[in-house]
C-alpha cells in the first residue's frame, strides 16, 4: 500500500519563498506530483516527475517560472520550491503518485494515491 506523508507548507509574506516535502513508502511508481487546490476551485497540477529517468513535467508556463519539482529517489522523496510567492497561490498542496508520468502532469483523476495535504497561506 503506498503512502505519503508530506510537511513543509504554513504562512508566509508576500514575495518569499518555501518548500514543501513528499515522502513515499510502499509500490509508489514511477510518477510523482504536486496539485493544489485553492478555495472554490478546482484542484491543478503543478508539476510531476519520473522518478526512474529523473525528468521533470510541469502543468503550464507559468507554473515552471516560480516552482521547482525535484526528487531524493534514494530518500523516496519530492520537493516542490515555491519562489516569489503571491496571495493567489494560497491553497491546499497535495503531492500524489501514478504509474507513470507519460510526459505530462496530468488530470488529478488519473492519480492512485494521494498525500494528506499542507496548507499554504500567502499573506500581502
Known amino acids: 500500500q503506498v503512502q505519503l506523508a508530506q510537511s513543509g507548507g504554513g504562512s508566509v509574506q508576500a514575495g518569499q519563498s518555501l518548500r514543501l516535502n513528499c515522502v513515499a513508502s510502499?509500490?509508489?511508481?514511477?510518477?510523482m506530483a504536486w496539485f493544489r487546490e485553492a478555495p472554490g476551485k478546482e484542484r491543478e497540477g503543478i508539476a510531476s516527475?519520473?522518478?526512474?529517468?529523473?525528468?521533470?513535467?510541469y502543468a503550464d508556463a507559468s507554473m515552471k517560472e516560480r516552482t521547482a519539482i525535484s526528487q531524493d529517489r534514494a530518500q523516496n522523496m519530492i520537493f516542490l520550491d515555491i519562489i516569489s510567492l503571491k496571495p493567489e497561490d494560497t491553497a491546499m498542496y497535495y503531492c500524489?503518485?501514478?504509474?507513470?508520468?507519460?510526459?505530462?502532469?496530468?488530470?488529478?483523476?488519473?492519480?492512485?494515491?494521494w498525500g494528506p495535504g499542507t496548507q499554504v497561506t500567502v499573506s500581502s
Open positions: 516527475v519520473s522518478r526512474i529517468l529523473d525528468h521533470t513535467y
Open positions: 510502499g509500490p509508489v511508481g514511477d510518477c
Open positions: 500524489a503518485a501514478r504509474v507513470g508520468c507519460y510526459g505530462t502532469v496530468g488530470s488529478p483523476s488519473t492519480y492512485t494515491s
